[in-house]
T-cell receptor, first 111, second 115 residues
Framework: DQQVKQNSPSLSVQEGRISILNCDYT??????FLWYKKYPAEGPTFLIS?????DKNEDGRFTVFLNKSAKHLSLHIVPSQPGDSAVYFC??????????FGPGTRLSVLP | DTGVSQNPRHKITKRGQNVTFRCDPI?????LYWYRQTLGQGPEFLTY????????KSRLLSDRFSAERPKGSFSTLEIQRTEQGDSAMYLC?????????????FGAGTRLSVL
């Protein structure tokens, strides 16, 4: 039973446009959410996080939105750059505990 | 300190052999995690330590797997009698338990191939 789902295995976006990556979770106890980015031959790199007391968190070109009632979060990248091409993992958990990762979405930003 | 370090980066072994991986966390981090990642999946939690104490183990961690963190610094993950199904990327991460949100920082992983 996958507690964290990323239903789009891949996404292609034109450079300069918005990339929207989606994530759904099933466990209502989750109250902290993170996005990681992974390049080939490297470990996942922390990108941005959000706690359940917020519905939006922004860091430069990256914004994460959380809809608790729908158990859904999304990562927006604006504007998308070719260097953003990577696999993006959504992770969910509760403070101080372990995280459950989704299967990832491969983003390709086309020049 | 440049981050989480894992050795070796690649390991090829024959079925039935034992293998050991090492992880050196970020120096001030008191938590250390082991994950396994297979193709097309996200990292799956195996176990974690707070200092030298192993606080949680996943049901994925069969009795052929053992992890240690003897002095609360580096950790080792040993797999005994390897099977082809053990072929995966083994990731280590560390975090500071007092850090709100417990952001985990990952190493580059050890890729295990069991022939």
């Amino acid at each position: 039973d996958q507690q964290v789902k990323q239903n789009s295995p891949s996404l292609s976006v034109q450079e300069g446009r918005i990339s929207i990556l989606n994530c759904d979770y099933t466990n209502s106890m989750f109250d902290y959410f993170l996005w990681y980015k992974k390049y080939p031959a490297e470990g996942p790199t922390f990108l941005i996080s959000i706690s359940s007391i917020k519905d939006k968190n922004e860091d430069g070109r990256f914004t994460v939105f959380l809809n608790k009632s729908a158990k859904h979060l999304s990562l927006h990248i604006v504007p998308s750059q070719p260097g953003d091409s990577a696999v993006y993992f959504c992770a969910a958990g509760d403070y101080g505990q372990n995280f459950v990762f989704g299967p990832g979405t491969r983003l390709s930003v086309l020049p | 300190d440049t981050g989480v370090s894992q050795n070796p980066r690649h390991k090829i072994t024959k079925r039935g052999q034992n293998v050991t991986f090492r992880c050196d966390p970020i120096s001030e981090h008191n938590r250390l995690y082991w994950y396994r990642q297979t193709l097309g999946q996200g990292p799956e939690f195996l176990t974690y330590f707070q200092n030298e104490a192993q606080l949680e183990k996943s049901r994925l961690l069969s009795d052929r797997f053992s992890a240690e963190r003897p002095k609360g610094s580096f950790s080792t993950l040993e797999i005994q009698r390897t099977e082809q199904g053990d072929s995966a990327m083994y990731l280590c991460a560390s975090s500071l338990a007092m850090d709100r949100g417990n952001i985990q920082y990952f190493g580059a992983g050890t890729r295990l191939s069991v022939l």
